[in-house]
């Protein structure tokens, strides 16, 4: 496989201040798979009613597909099928499992499970984007930007689009303050523009949430943002752009919100909180994973971890380690030759970051 040509280093002195937290309001392009299910749009609209720390300059729609399930989920209805079915090896076959069970239980095939393709799923989201727009009552004008309507094929063939012309041009714009880059899906649009524009490395600041600790043994093959574009994802962090990485197994998890808060604090909040309990009460996920009730169930707000970060870090702890890149099994390795370090979440304020949330609903519906 090709790599792209070398990126320019940034001195160490520049890395630091640009991994240090924000202490102020922050210049921020959202990067996003809006529509794959229904955590973005609960961090979006977030990001919109925090205009005193977040500078929204653009958002950019993400591509996203789950066809990627489609033969681990087949095999798992072979094997209930043959009623020969082995114990699960790991959680994500036991999800495999467990989806396969509910279908058959619902009658359904799985062969008729329906799996977006990367262009409509981008389109979804370019579409899901502007919808929360508009339930937040906000102007999207000049601010929303179709992106790659494929992933990349090689680190070396970025995909051009509307949205990675726009991220240059902001990054490339003059100014004392990085932009930060939110990335809450695949990272295809800032891969790529990165590959197209390596004069940005030094000038942005990218968060993304996907995978596992670093400390972790496991591969990250459970990880929907980092599986989809592999080779976007392994220029992340071997380019060198300042990275602020966000596990979303263990920590992104733990912030899991139930139907009766969604009752108590959502719903009734102006059109963005009957917007959000709408979505919520119809998950796409659960149509498509067969799941049909909310009877002890709680479902993860994964993406709202980096908007929480760039709101108050002390809610999201985070230290300095070094860079890893993955190996051939999408495993936590370390990088040979120098060391860049980056900033990497180790705990979370699950509390507090929903008070807040809760409390910025509650004041727009007045």
Partial sequence: MSAPAPFPKIPPQRRARLLDPPTGPVRVVIDTDTANEIDDQFALMWALQSPDRIRIEAVLAEPYSFAHHR????????????????????AAIDAFSGWARRLAEAGRDVRDVEFVDPPEGMERSYSEILRVYDRAGADPDGLVFRGA?????????????????????????????????????????????????????????????????????????????LVQDVPASRILFESGVPLIYFPGYYIGAQLRLSLPEMERWVQGRGPAGDFLHELYTNNPLHEQRAIDDHFGRTWVMWDMITIAWLIEPAWVPTGLVPTPTLDSELRWIPQEGEQRLMREAHGIDRDAIFRDFFRKLDAGAR
């Fill in 149 to 225: 309507a494929r992933y990349m094929p090689a680190p070396d063939e970025p995909v051009d689009s509307p949205a990675v012309r726009r991220l240059i041009e902001l990054a490339l714009e003059p100014s004392d303050d990085p932009l930060y880059v939110v990335a809450i899906g695949c990272v295809t649009n800032v891969a790529s523009a990165i590959v197209l524009e390596p004069a940005i490395i030094d000038r942005i600041v990218v968060l993304w949430t996907s995978g596992y600790p670093t400390w972790s043994p496991r591969s990250n093959t459970d990880s929907l943002n």
């Fill in 71 to 90: 033969p681990e989920l087949l095999a798992a209805a072979a094997r209930l099928e043959s009623q020969d079915e082995p114990e699960p090896e790991n």
